[in-house]
């Protein structure tokens, strides 16, 4: 058992600086700074997903301008399925050429969305 005052002194000590874990966005294969970094829910919160996946903020963004959450909890509820749709494979394309922090604002799609 350590005495109080080694703990308090142990408290004080500076914690080492950890090397910060590199995440790779499973949308374009990237690393993500901690500044682009969003948290993307695989099955929308409204549809009952609870599990979330890290992906690049401009990536997560563009995934909500092409789909709906009806078509994201049906059909576009994985990484893989994300990445085999044509439009957003237009897009990783354009983005893979960008550096791992670049960030546009993200325009709405111009196709007409399924209904619920």
Same mark, same amino acid.
């Given at each position: 058992?350590?005495?109080?005052?080694?703990?308090?002194?142990?408290?004080?000590?500076?914690?080492?600086?950890?090397?910060?874990?590199?995440?790779?966005?499973?949308?374009?294969?990237?690393?993500?700074?901690?500044?682009?970094?969003? +948290?993307? !829910? /695989?099955?929308?919160?409204?549809?009952?997903?609870?599990?979330? #996946?890290?992906?690049?903020? =401009?990536?997560?963004? *563009?995934?909500?301008?092409?789909?709906?959450?009806?078509?994201? +909890?049906? !059909? /576009?509820?994985?990484?893989?399925?994300?990445?085999?749709?044509? #439009?957003?494979?237009?897009? =990783?394309?354009?983005? *893979?050429?960008?550096?791992?922090?670049?960030?546009?604002?993200?325009?709405?799609?111009?196709?007409?969305?399924?209904?619920?």
């Amino acid at each position: 058992m350590i005495g109080k005052i080694r703990q308090k002194l142990i408290a004080l000590e500076p914690m080492p600086k950890l090397k910060a874990e590199e995440i790779v966005c499973p949308i374009c294969k990237r690393c993500i700074p901690e500044s682009q970094k969003d +948290a993307h !829910h /695989l099955v929308p919160k409204s549809k009952g997903g609870k599990t979330t #996946e890290y992906l690049h903020r =401009i990536c997560h963004r *563009q995934i909500h301008a092409l789909f709906t959450e009806t078509e994201l +909890a049906n !059909h /576009l509820n994985t990484a893989a399925a994300l990445q085999e749709h044509p #439009e957003m494979q237009r897009f =990783i394309r354009w983005v *893979q050429s960008k550096p791992d922090h670049f960030f546009e604002k993200t325009r709405k799609s111009g196709r007409i969305k399924e209904s619920a």
